[in-house]
T-cell receptor
Framework: AQKITQTQPGMFVQEKEAVTLDCTYDTSDPSYGLFWYKQPSSGEMIFLIY??????QNATEGRYSLNFQKARKSANLVISASQLGDSAMYFCAMRGTNFGNEKLTFGTGTRLTIIP | EAGVTQFPSHSVIEKGQTVTLRCDPI?????LYWYRRVMGKEIKFLLHFVKESKQDESGMPNNRFLAERTGGTYSTLKVQPAELEDSGVYFC?????????????FGPGTRLTVL
């Protein structure tokens, strides 16, 4: 079974500061993928970044980077130079990479509020 | 290319009634997933279609929930009869035929309220 833990229900960050959203995971799968999604107040789920368990380098996508520490089973999302539009719910998720095991397992989410 | 669409965006029904949610995946996406988020809790997987076949329905909570995907295009999720604990946001997602990444694209969700 897979499990995602997000221990920060809410965070307040000053605009232009960097922010780290925590995510730890547990799985018995030898190969897996880790995802971060953003859910603004409008409700849609927006894919942000992906990290494969065998990827050697940490994933980056623009202002988003994933601090992947496999031994610690953590996959924290780092947002650099935060903007007001970054205020949203953020979900960490994972899935196995075996065929037939493609469902995403989500954490409870972190509500990020950027303060002007 | 159009994204995943869901209908209705909101539904308010009384306990015991029936509701049918619809999901139209991105054209060409063989994989279709249903998820649900009950208030304050994590988003939970319900089931996964590959074309018209149910690949994994391990997350379906009980037999009051029925999902179909006739012809491998759009999908419906019917709740009959609805109970109070069924309230939440129901998300649909789709993805391409499997590759190593297999990003799931989500729809905007249907907010279901059972009174």
């Amino acid at each position: 079974a897979q499990k995602i833990t997000q221990t920060q229900p809410g965070m307040f960050v000053q605009e232009k500061e960097a922010v780290t959203l925590d995510c730890t995971y547990d799985t018995s799968d030898p190969s897996y993928g880790l995802f971060w999604y953003k859910q603004p107040s409008s409700g849609e789920m927006i894919f942000l970044i992906y990290q494969g368990s065998y990827d050697q380098q940490n994933a980056t996508e623009g202002r988003y980077s994933l601090n992947f520490q496999k031994a610690r089973k953590s996959a924290n999302l780092v947002i650099s130079a935060s903007q007001l539009g970054d205020s949203a719910m953020y979900f960490c998720a994972m899935r196995g990479t075996n065929f037939g095991n493609e469902k995403l397992t989500f954490g409870t989410g972190t509500r990020l509020t950027i303060i002007p | 290319e159009a994204g995943v669409t869901q209908f209705p965006s909101h539904s308010v029904i009384e306990k015991g009634q029936t509701v049918t949610l619809r999901c139209d995946p991105i054209s060409g996406h063989d994989n279709l997933y249903w998820y649900r988020r009950v208030m304050g809790k994590e988003i939970k997987f319900l089931l996964h279609f590959v074309k018209e076949s149910k690949q994994d329905e391990s997350g379906m909570p009980n037999n009051r929930f029925l999902a179909e995907r006739t012809g491998g295009t759009y999908s419906t999720l019917k709740v009959q009869p609805a109970e109070l604990e069924d309230s939440g946001v129901y998300f649909c997602a789709s993805s391409r035929p499997r590759d190593s990444f297999n990003e799931q694209f989500f729809g905007p969700g249907t907010r279901l309220t059972v009174l």
